[in-house]
Nanobody, 126 residues
């Protein structure tokens, strides 16, 4: 079993920044051996890909909607995944989910992730 707990969400003004964190725990997998990702679900919409990172951070993927404004990173020594988001826009409003991959570099497809956090709410409005 793998447990993922997100934090760092909140209510911010357009143009603001947030850093989301996801802490993994459990003995079933070694965090540093698997790819990780962030997905989000805007209100009334389907879940969508945000960013992904390979096991050793040598490969990253970003959705076009966040490319240039967001940075995904990880600290394997702390079993933690991060998403730094800058220049936030109202359409970034969503519940953001941390996801644990089934392999070392799953990429942007949700079907290749099998553990999910409960989500953290990000609201961008004036």
């Amino acid at each position: 079993q793998v447990q993922l707990v997100e934090s760092g969400g909140g209510w911010v003004q357009p143009g603001g920044s947030l850093r989301l964190s996801c802490v993994a725990s459990g003995s079933e997998r070694t965090f540093g051996h698997y790819g990780m990702a962030w997905f989000r679900q805007p209100p009334g919409k389907e879940r969508e890909f945000v960013a992904a990172i390979s096991w050793n951070a040598d490969t990253t993927y970003y959705a076009d909607s966040v490319k240039g404004r967001s940075t995904i990173s990880r600290d394997n020594a702390k079993d933690t995944l991060y998403l730094q988001m800058n220049s936030l826009r109202p359409d970034d409003t969503a519940v953001y989910y941390c996801a644990h991959g089934i392999s070392t570099n799953p990429g942007p497809h949700a079907t290749l992730y099998d553990y999910w956090g409960q989500g953290t709410q990000v609201t961008v409005s004036s």
